[in-house]
């Protein structure tokens, strides 16, 4: 269970450019670990915001478990992010300053078995921007290809 992902945001490289990556804890119910384990989880459209001094995660679906009757949760409720201090205040600096998004990339097990979200800093990418990356993108595969069956 170590280091399996659980959730990935890949459409997060495409419309954005990431920087500082950080490592967080979530705060969770039972039943939306019982529903984690399963491998349920879909962080792409989600997004983390400030909500006074904390990080919250937003949008973030976590379907219902099906064996918890009445003590389920909601599937798309905020979760607060578990950050030390100076992660947050360097968060919060940088949304506020310098216009960034917190969005989140990946959500995983760690070595523990504890639920972990990596988060990062981002810019927007502008639609010139998105097409040289796919530029690149198909270069790569191309060149890839030529490389295998040339040698």
């Known amino acids: 269970m170590a280091g399996k992902v659980i959730a990935e945001n890949r459409r997060a490289r495409f419309d954005y450019f990431l920087d500082d990556a950080v490592e967080a804890g979530l705060a969770l119910t039972g039943s939306e670990v019982k529903s984690l384990r399963e491998g349920k989880a879909n962080i792409a459209e989600s997004y983390a915001a400030v909500e006074g001094q904390e990080i919250v995660l937003i949008n973030a679906d976590i379907p219902p478990y099906a064996k918890a009757s009445h ?48 988060i990062a800093l981002a810019k927007g990418k502008k639609l010139h921007d998105k097409r040289e990356t796919s530029a690149e993108r198909d270069w790569q595969r191309d060149k890839a290809r030529l490389l295998r069956d040339k040698g």
């Open 71 to 118: 003590f389920n949760h909601e599937p798309r409720r905020p979760r607060k992010l578990l950050l030390h201090r100076r992660q947050i205040d360097r968060l919060i600096g940088a949304v506020q300053r310098e216009g960034r998004t917190i969005v989140p990339t990946k959500l995983y097990w760690n070595d523990k078995g504890l639920a972990k979200l990596e």
